[in-house]
């Protein structure tokens, strides 16, 4: 029996089924390892970063009993029959009062404020009659009202961030409030993208008949940086071997090389067989569409090396499928897959049984509160406006047969992304 699961060096006597997008992105993380190096960033530069150790509480939060809105700390026993209470001093946040209340007696607190040991309540000030330095009040008063307690929020020795837990704003925050100013990440792994095709020119080159301008490593080093990915720019590479070889060398300086085109079966495309001779190729098909079968191996000088299909759609679909998962691996993030929502087809979608599709589309809340979605319309590889266009993919399974209109469809908003 073949393992669906081992990359396939040749593709032309490979019967095998093709491999679903999940499997064939597993097969991929289980061959990238985690660096081994970290380094230490600012709680600034720390989100999108993948945290190396558990991080423990040092300080509980509260740190102190305090106010929760802006009133009058009391013993709560002492507020039966519409009392008067005499006010002994304030506590503003900063300007702690430390005395404790004898019955009757109240301090003036400002949410956040640290109460008197011995308070037990907060009335808030909208329910105090107040003259001079005495108020009274009707209001019922339980027991602990409006007071934050110690370790409300975090308790010390409590797990705050899990290691392997790529670092949101939140945790920032929370790292923060902990006195720290620093915090150990994974290092980001280099990476190195060109472009290949004897038709591509760039600015401030004007087009020859035939040429096009270069989009794809825009598209591609756009998406690693609004992912948190640094990326080097390696130009255009003609479609010539011996370019194309003389940039894979170049791999002892990246963890990964990403090019796009020349990986169809056109007589300019060379990827496959200069990454044979410089390394291994590992070869998965995968039933997905847009996005031809996924060049990638490991070159000898020890980099990853991803072919990415030409097509502006297929390039962008493919680096989002699995580069960008593979490079967060290496950095230390567990892949998350992202929420599929439900969605009412506004369009009728067509489709052929087989492949997977990632369809364009616009998604939309309708003052019903419905979910609904619409095709961006022609859906071929090379529509980059198709991208632009769309909020979300749709999703139509391998073996759909398109979509009715006004049936409900999978859609993965582009938000959901951290690439788009
Ligand atoms: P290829 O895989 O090299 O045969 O390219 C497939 C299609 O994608 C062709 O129409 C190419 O002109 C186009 N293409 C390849 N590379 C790029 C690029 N960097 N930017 C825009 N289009 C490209
Ligand atoms: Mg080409």
């Not at 035939?210 to 690693?224: E, K, V, Y």
């Amino acid at each position: 029996m073949p393992d669906r699961n081992k990359p396939d060096n040749n593709q032309t006597t490979d019967n095998r089924p093709a491999l679903t997008i999940d499997e064939a992105r597993d097969a991929i993380l289980n061959l990238i390892p985690q660096t081994t190096k970290t380094e230490m960033v600012t709680l600034l530069n720390a989100v999108g970063r993948v945290s190396v150790s558990d991080i423990h509480a040092i300080h509980d939060i509260p740190a102190f009993r305090n106010s929760a809105m802006d009133g009058y700390a009391i013993r709560h026993q002492d507020a039966d029959n519409n009392r008067t209470f005499n006010i002994i001093g304030s506590s503003l946040a900063g300007h702690p009062f430390t005395k404790n209340l004898a019955e009757g007696e109240a301090v003036r607190v400002t949410t956040g404020a640290s109460v008197p040991d011995n308070a037990s309540a907060i009335v808030i000030q909208e329910l105090v009659e107040r003259n001079a330095d005495v108020f009274t009040t009707s209001a019922t008063v339980q027991e602990n009202q409006y007071i934050r307690n110690v370790g409300d929020d975090i308790n010390v020795e409590q797990l705050l961030i899990a290691s392997n837990s790529q670092l949101t704003s939140a945790d920032a925050g929370l790292l923060a409030a902990q006195g720290m100013e620093q915090t150990e990440v994974f290092a980001k792994p280099r990476v190195g993208v060109f472009s290949t095709g004897d038709e591509l020119c760039t600015p401030p080159n004007t087009l020859q008949t035939g040429q096009i301008f270069d989009s794809n490593r825009t598209t591609i080093q756009s998406m690693l940086k609004t992912a948190g990915i640094d990326s080097i720019d390696l130009g255009i590479c003609r479609d010539d071997p011996e370019d194309l070889q003389r940039l894979m060398k170049s791999g002892t300086d990246y963890d990964f090389l990403l090019s796009s085109g020349g990986v169809s079966v056109g007589e300019a495309d060379y990827v496959k067989q200069v990454l044979e001779n410089n390394g291994e190729l590992l070869f998965w098909k995968v039933a997905m569409k847009p996005g031809k079968p996924l060049v990638s191996g490991k070159l000898t000088n020890g980099a990853f090396y991803f072919g990415l299909p030409g097509n502006p759609v297929s390039s962008m679909v493919t680096c989002l499928q699995f580069v960008i998962p593979a490079i967060h691996a290496m950095s230390g993030a567990t892949y998350k897959p992202p929420m599929v929502l439900q969605a009412k087809c506004l369009t009728e979608l067509k489709k052929e049984p087989g492949r997977f599709e990632f369809q364009r589309g616009n998604a939309k809340v309708e003052e019903s509160g419905e979910l609904t979605v619409s095709t961006t319309g022609l859906q071929d590889s090379h529509v980059l406006s198709s991208m632009s266009q769309a909020n979300c993919f749709i999703c139509l399974e391998q073996h759909a047969s398109g979509a009715k209109q006004g049936t409900h469809v999978s859609i993965v908003l582009f938000d959901s992304y951290s690439a788009l």
